[in-house]
């Protein structure tokens, strides 16, 4: 089982900065990939980077392209979501996510990012960006 808790969230002007992070406890975190999604209201969760158990990451939203960043700390079970020239249209609320499945599969993170291959979540964090 693992355990995923969100901070950072919060508001910010256009073109600011925030970073999340996503602190992990459980059973060995580190072999996890973890998905960054967000959800506007009345919308499904969307997934937006990934990044795997070895630090590789990967982007599945292309607005958010030379934006957001997603970084691990193993060591210390967090996973980060760096998010730059923030605009209103970031206004969400971020969740980060474990991936589910064996042993082997849960450690890297899928071609498409998709909630259902994640089972365990945080509580989310709202982010909001206004002018």
């Known amino acids: 089982q693992l355990q995923l808790v969100e901070s950072g969230g919060g508001l910010v002007q256009p073109g600011g900065s925030l970073r999340l992070s996503c602190a992990m406890s459980?059973?060995?975190?580190?072999?996890?990939?973890v998905g960054w999604f967000r959800q506007f209201p009345g919308k499904e969760r969307e997934g937006i980077l990934c990044?795997?158990?070895?630090?590789?990451?990967?982007i599945h939203d292309d607005s958010v392209k030379g934006r957001f960043t997603t970084s691990r700390d193993n060591a210390k079970s967090i996973v980060y979501l760096q998010m730059n020239n923030l605009k209103p249209e970031d206004t969400a609320i971020y969740y980060c996510?474990?991936?589910?499945?064996?042993?082997?599969?849960?450690?890297?993170?899928?071609?498409?990012?998709?909630?259902?291959?994640?089972?365990?979540w945080g509580q989310g964090t709202q982010v909001t960006v206004f002018s």
């Open positions: 990044i795997s158990d070895s630090g590789i990451s990967s």
């Open positions: 459980g059973s060995y975190p580190a072999y996890y990939a």
């Open positions: 996510a474990g991936k589910s499945g064996t042993y082997a599969s849960r450690s890297y993170c899928p071609a498409s990012l998709t909630p259902s291959d994640f089972g365990y």
